[in-house]
């Protein structure tokens, strides 16, 4: 809805839009427990309840105390309970750097742990990559939810967006393209941020797409005129018609 590059939270159904994270807000209703007007996980079932009931209703083992508690964060081997992640170091406080008051890990903020994490890919990462890829860093630290992003930083998705830092991938959509062989969707989602960011110039994708299937396609068909009449059709036909609706073919 706001028209950002994001995760979609609710995928475009008829005439309504498809809504990313960022504007996506859970339905509110009246919680069978509580009794409170809250957002609700089961607002459109017969019991809406909030999160705070939800949680208290499905109790989960603490991998730390071993009670039956609500789950407040999900760990390696299982959940922990508020108590024992507290314990942990994850309070609610101001940061020891920015003096924001949130959920602490360690007393810093999931913004800062963000920035370092940023900052550390970046050491790491190929000098001439990472400066191209600047704007695009820029825009992750900058992120409405930094606490998703980071986790987003450890999950396959995010390897061609390390591999892109590393050098391993051009920083082009040439390089993105030869990637999306083995990893479409998260190229597209990369892609899609970098030219948002404009470290990529904008191109349409439709047709970039159509180009690089019919160039695996027509391998498969054998050497000889067959091949040529496809080819043919293919680029000054199908291709030049979805040019011709984006205003770039001949008319």
Same mark, same amino acid.
């Given at each position: 809805m706001c028209g950002k590059t994001t995760r979609i939270a609710r995928a475009a159904n008829g005439d309504a839009p498809a809504?990313?994270?960022?504007c996506y807000r859970l339905p509110?209703? $009246?919680? @069978?427990?509580?009794g409170r007007r809250r957002p609700c996980f089961h607002a459109r079932g017969p019991e809406p309840l909030c999160e705070l009931c939800t949680r208290r209703r499905r109790p989960k083992?603490?991998?730390?105390?071993?009670?039956l508690r609500p789950a407040n964060r999900r760990v390696a081997g299982g959940v922990i309970c508020a108590n024992c992640d507290y314990k942990r170091g994850r309070a609610i406080g101001p940061c020891?750097?920015? @003096? @924001?008051? $949130?959920?602490?890990?360690?007393?810093?903020?999931?913004?800062?742990?963000?920035?370092?994490?940023?900052?550390?890919?970046a050491?790491?990462?190929?000098?001439?990559? $990472?400066s191209t890829l600047t704007p695009f860093l820029r825009s992750l630290a900058a992120a409405e939810n930094p606490a998703s992003t980071l986790r987003w930083l450890y999950t396959p998705g995010f390897q061609v967006t390390r591999r892109l830092l590393a050098g391993e991938i051009e920083v082009s959509h040439h390089g993105l393209d030869q990637a999306a062989a083995a990893s479409p969707r998260p190229v597209a989602f990369t892609r899609a941020k970098l030219v948002d960011t404009g470290v990529l110039e904008p191109r349409d994708e439709t047709s970039a797409q159509f180009a690089l299937w019919h160039a695996r396609a027509i391998l498969?068909?054998?050497?000889?005129?067959?091949?040529?009449?496809v080819r043919a059709y293919a @680029?000054?036909? $199908?291709?030049?018609?979805?040019?011709v609706r984006h205003g770039r073919g001949f008319r």
């Open positions: 809504i990313g994270i960022c509110s209703a $009246v919680c @069978t427990d509580c083992r603490c991998l730390d105390c071993g009670e020891h750097r920015c @003096t @924001t008051a $949130v959920r602490l890990k360690n007393g810093v903020c999931p913004a800062c742990q963000l920035h370092d994490r940023l900052a550390e890919l050491r790491e990462g190929d000098p001439a990559a $990472v498969k068909i054998p050497e000889g005129i067959d091949r040529a009449h @680029t000054w036909q $199908v291709l030049n018609d979805t040019l």
